[in-house]
């Protein structure tokens, strides 16, 4: 991949991320959270989290994970990564605001969109989130399943050199 490429892909890769995290605070409102803070408005990459939320007296902190659907192959994008070191990260963020680590993964497709919804404890020390255990509702709650969005979603899909129809 040349220098241009690379610059594209991180590009894409970044945006995709930003409008994951608006979808996610779009989801918890839309689920009556409240006092939702963005962190990487206070902290370009906060440990752990992107997003602080309060509902029902408890406290959360949110890793929001947005990727597409289906890989480049067109297989299922089955396990969105946490990251390094990501129960450490948690930990130290989980302490700085008294709130429970929760994670948010947001499949993207050309036409719809998924939110899935979970605690860092569910995943049971592994640093990745398994989509289709998500999907058959045995990790986390859905928040939104399929739903339509209403842009192009030509600058974020995989397949760059395939026409989107």
Known sequence: MS???????????KSLGELGELFAIKALVDNHYE????LN???MNFPFADLY???DGKRF????KARNKYQKDHKLNAFYNLG?????????????YC?????MAIQFDQFTFSI???????????NTIPLAQCAEGKIGICLAKDKKHYFDFGFFGNAKDEKIT
């Open 3 to 13: 220098n241009e490429e690379n610059k594209k892909e991180a590009s894409r890769k």
């Open 35 to 38: 006092k939702i803070i963005n």
């Open 41 to 43: 408005d206070k902290k």
């Open 53 to 55: 939320a309060e509902k």
């Open 61 to 64: 902190i949110i890793s929001v």
């Open 84 to 96: 390094n070191d990501a129960y450490k990260k948690a930990a130290t963020a989980t302490q700085e």
């Open 99 to 103: 709130a429970e680590p929760h994670w």
């Open 116 to 126: 899935y919804w979970g605690s860092l404890e569910e995943l049971n020390g592994k």
